[in-house]
């Protein structure tokens, strides 16, 4: 490297540099980009469903209210509250999700059948909900095919064509309310309204309907709601839903949340409903005794002409009474207990325990118990909505509830027990006050006892009807735990999909990203020579010079166009290698590459005819004798040439030609030899160069490609330089490890790099000493049909503004 000066001074670039240079010379890559992520986004955005999410708030019922009292306060430290809040919570979410609720609420609207409207085109489609211009009455009688499209196509105010594709191949055309039958169709379509045929216009207007079984839809309903807790006490839920039709989902959320609330109004009734059940039943059995027994008293008053009983015997008849109420309440009691103990035995899980205070009951265990089975089957029930039966909380209850039952189911046999004991009792005080009732005379016994029997089933009828007007007060009372906060507004749905502006966004960054991704990755990739950083990272050979690209069909630019850039960039190589040949002895120079096509041949033609052009007596030697080339550029006979005359055949004035160029002669090739190398290191060789030193200025050899042989390392005592050729765009990165080899190794010292093929639409890299940049985009200048550039036919270079190429500018070494 020391042995030359500098010759050859190029701007710095970096990587970003490289990348930027490349958006700015190739922006038609990047707006064609842009402009098709642009279309796609549109054609997104104008023919994709629109998809709209509407929401409602329900405020669900809180338990868990702070008392203000101790177990409020420990229940407040050891976090106990706030898990039963989320047990509690996920239980109602739990339900709203339920198949039963989506079930309920499907069955008070019209979702079994779903109506779409075509585009004119068949590409674009609208849902229509209660907007559709016909409806569809099936047939419940007869069978009906579920989720399968049936179109149609009206005609007329009055006619429609029917149409069911692939296995079906039915096209029918049919009037209005007349009934289509098949063995999988039956149905006839009507007009919505009187008037909503005949408004049409346009025909045919296309449409397509479909039947959906409800088991599916009441799936699909409730897999797409979604429950969101809206507060930190849990206490208020935003249930939402997608649909193509906002007012479809916002009926069906309102619906459902009615459901639910419903729901749990009826929860809270069936205990009250129950208790108001228990007691119809008692009543039925006593009107029917009350009734006989007030109709005997009449008549006995009537025929015994008694109005009023004696003192004494009203005294007995009072203390009667009050034993019989007292019996009367007990056995109401014994019924209860009997009611309870068949619950227990028979397992209604599904009905709600008339609580014992209701019945007058103030047994604290029995409430208790009571209570909490209560609890447990309603949180049962909870469960079994969302899960199945092998689920561990399902088990839990089962097995909690089971132990229940047996704990009411003993403690029931003791209150029966207790309770027959007091019946037992009462009856021997019965017995005790009827023997004195006895004494009394016959027609007052009689009375007594008659009012007695009439007097115990009013007082029990009174008391059943007390009962049941306060549960029927209770139930009128009851409210709902929940309430529907906010309902949902089709006006205040959003439309999730398609998203206009964000799919424009994306189309503008991946539309630029892309194509900058996609320019990394074939940098990363490439292995070939673009910059003018992969030949300094690799080599410490100087380089001499570039050359542009030859898009001419001008085998010589040099000569055919002297004033083209390509000719100003051969006279820039030439006085570079001027400085470089100060001493006259110094004049042979060789021009070899690594591989055929790199535009070695090219090179050596055309630096030989501007040195020529220039006074200098030159010769131009065609060395490369396993494929010579020269013959052909200056269209010469190659039957004799270098091969014959290192042979002996000839001599040297049969193989030296003059040419069309002023002051340059060539030295064709000749026949191909069976032994090049050879004949390059004999003698001849040797007296020939010698010969041609003296009688010319300068000599340049076109020499084989070094990585294909080796004839060109054969010379490198006769060359002064050595001028390898690099084609940018073509040659590989380790042709460069070849290169530093022969630099640094294999004794070519005197040894320089031209780069050859640059483009002047170029964007990074070199620059001519001229201003010619070169870049990516590449062809190739060597060959039989390539030209120049010239002022008046030459393609204008994309040039940087003055201020962007100012700050790319790098600093000149």
């Known amino acids: 490297m020391d042995q030359y000066p500098e010759i050859y001074r190029e701007e710095e670039s970096i990587d970003i540099k490289k990348y930027l240079y490349r958006i700015l010379y190739n922006w038609w890559w990047f707006a064609l980009s842009i402009f098709v992520a642009l279309t796609i986004a549109y054609l997104v955005n104008r023919y994709s469903e629109d998809v709209y999410r509407a929401s409602c708030s329900v405020i669900i019922a809180n338990e868990n209210t702070p008392r203000g009292d101790i177990e409020s306060v420990i229940e407040d430290m050891t976090n106990v509250r706030n898990r039963r809040t989320k047990a509690v919570v996920q239980n109602e979410i739990t339900v709203l999700k339920s198949y039963k609720m989506a079930q309920v609420a499907l069955e008070d609207l019209d979702f079994g059948i779903s109506y779409t409207a075509v585009g004119r085109r068949g590409i674009a489609e609208s849902k229509l909900y209660k907007s559709s211009p016909f409806i569809v009455i099936t047939d419940s009688t007869k069978p009906n095919q579920y989720n399968y499209p049936v179109h149609i196509s009206i005609l007329s105010p009055t006619t429609y064509r029917l149409t069911i594709d692939d296995k079906f191949g039915i096209s029918q055309v049919l009037y209005f309310g007349q009934e289509f039958e098949h063995a999988s169709f039956n149905f006839k379509l009507l007009p919505r309204t009187p008037e909503s045929l005949k408004s049409l216009s346009s025909f045919p207007l296309k449409y397509y309907f479909i039947l959906h079984d409800m088991n599916g839809l009441a799936n699909r309903y409730r897999a797409g709601l979604e429950v969101e807790v809206n507060d930190e006490k849990g206490s208020i839920l935003t249930l939402s839903l997608t649909g193509p039709n906002k007012e479809q989902i916002c009926d069906y959320l309102n619906r459902l949340s009615h459901i639910y609330i419903l729901s749990n109004l009826n929860e809270k009734n069936a205990t009250s409903s129950n208790t108001i059940r228990f007691i119809d039943e008692q009543l039925r059995e006593i009107i029917d005794s009350l009734q006989t027994a007030g109709v005997r008293l009449q008549n006995f008053r009537s025929a015994n002409r008694i109005i009023n009983i004696s003192q004494e015997g009203n005294a007995l008849f009072q203390q009667m009474e009050l034993l019989n109420t007292e019996k009367a309440e007990i056995e109401i009691k014994g019924s209860y207990f009997e009611y309870i103990k068949g619950y227990i035995v028979s397992k209604k899980d599904n009905i709600e325990i008339i609580a014992p205070s209701v019945m007058g009951i103030q047994d604290a265990l029995l409430n208790s118990l009571v209570g909490q089975i209560n609890d447990l089957n309603t949180e049962r029930r909870n469960l079994q909505f969302s899960s199945n039966e092998n689920n561990p909380r399902l088990t839990m209850l089962n097995m909690q509830l089971e132990n229940l039952r047996m704990d009411i189911l003993e403690n029931v046999n003791n209150l029966i027990e207790a309770n027959s004991i007091s019946l037992n009792n009462l009856a021997e005080r019965i017995n005790s006050l009827e023997k004195e009732i006895k004494k009394l005379p016959s027609t007052e016994r009689q009375l007594i006892n008659i009012q007695r029997e009439f007097n115990i089933n009013d007082q029990i009828y009174t008391f059943l009807l007390e009962k049941r007007a306060e549960a029927g ?84 630019p040099v000569f055919e166009n002297p004033k083209s850039a390509l000719a100003e960039s051969f006279r820039s190589l030439r006085a570079n290698l001027q400085y470089l040949l100060k001493n006259e002895t110094h004049k042979v120079i060789s021009i070899s590459s690594t591989i055929s096509g790199e535009g070695k041949t090219f090179c050596a033609a055309n630096l030989a005819a501007i040195i020529a052009m220039a006074g200098r007596k030159t010769l131009l030697v065609s060395l490369d004798l396993r494929k010579p080339k020269i013959h052909r550029i200056f269209k010469l006979d190659n039957d004799s040439g270098i091969s014959t005359y290192l042979a002996g055949m000839n001599g040297f004035e049969s193989i030296v030609h003059a040419t069309n160029v002023e002051n340059l002669s060539v030295a064709i090739s000749g026949p191909v030899p069976p032994n090049p190398a050879e004949l390059i290191e004999s003698a001849r060789m040797a007296d020939f160069m010698n010969r041609m030193k003296v009688e010319y200025d300068f000599i340049i050899i076109d020499t084989p490609p070094i990585a294909v042989v080796t004839d060109a390392l054969l010379l490198k005592e006769m060359v002064d330089i050595h001028v390898f050729v690099i084609r940018h765009g073509y040659s590989s990165k380790q042709v460069l490890e070849l290169v530093e080899d022969l630099y640094t190794k294999r004794g070519l010292k005197n040894m320089t790099l031209l780069v050859n093929d640059v483009h002047t639409k170029g964007y990074y890299g070199y620059s001519y000493r001229y201003g010619y940049g070169y870049g990516y985009g590449y062809g190739y200048g060597y060959g039989y049909e390539h030209g120049y550039y010239d002022e008046e036919t030459s393609t204008p270079v994309v040039k940087i503004p003055g201020k962007i190429r100012k700050i790319f500018k790098g600093k000149k070494r």
């Open 473 to 556: 007060i209770t139930k009128a009372s009851n409210t709902s735990d929940h309430r529907l906060l906010d309902i949902a507004r089709p006006e205040n749905a959003s439309m999730i999909k398609p998203k206009t502006s964000m799919n424009y966004m994306m189309a503008l960054v991946l539309g630029g990203l892309l194509p900058l991704m996609l320019l990394i990755l074939i940098e990363y990739f490439n292995n070939k020579i673009v910059d003018r950083k992969d030949i300094e990272q690799q080599t410490t050979v100087p380089i001499l010079g570039s050359i542009g690209h030859n898009e001419k069909s001008f085998d010589l």
